[in-house]
């Protein structure tokens, strides 16, 4: 998941994140076994850059699920988006059973 935490969490404007070895290393103790602290002090030096990215990345993931089920957006949409190329295998788990709601108008029915 680092690889995918990493891809949320990269943000120009953020310049305090740290995606440093020890980051990870943090993170994964982290979700392991709930120990350490990776909360998202903005006003530290730095934070864990994989801690944010988390954060970006559920964030996004429910936006998506959301805007699947309202019709206003398709999940081809990201699979064709270049960006994501290399995550396919990571959007069909997290997409998997998401679908437009019924009662949609015009195209949207046709898109299950």
Do not use: C, R
């Not at 944010?52 to 996004?60: A, E, F, I, P, V």
């Amino acid at each position: 998941m680092a690889e995918i935490y990493k891809f949320f969490g990269e943000d120009p404007f953020m310049t305090k994140l740290d995606f440093s070895e020890k980051s990870a290393q943090e993170m994964y103790e982290f979700e392991s076994t709930g120990k350490g602290d990776i909360s998202l002090n903005m006003f530290s030096n730095s934070f864990n850059g994989y801690a944010y990215g988390k954060k970006m990345l559920n964030l996004t993931v429910a936006m998506w699920k959301e805007d699947i089920e309202n019709g206003l957006l398709f999940k081809f949409s990201l699979y064709d988006d270049p960006e994501f190329s290399h995550l396919h295998y990571w959007l069909d788990d997290v997409l998997n059973g998401v679908h437009p709601k019924d009662g949609l108008p015009g195209l949207w029915k046709f898109v299950k």
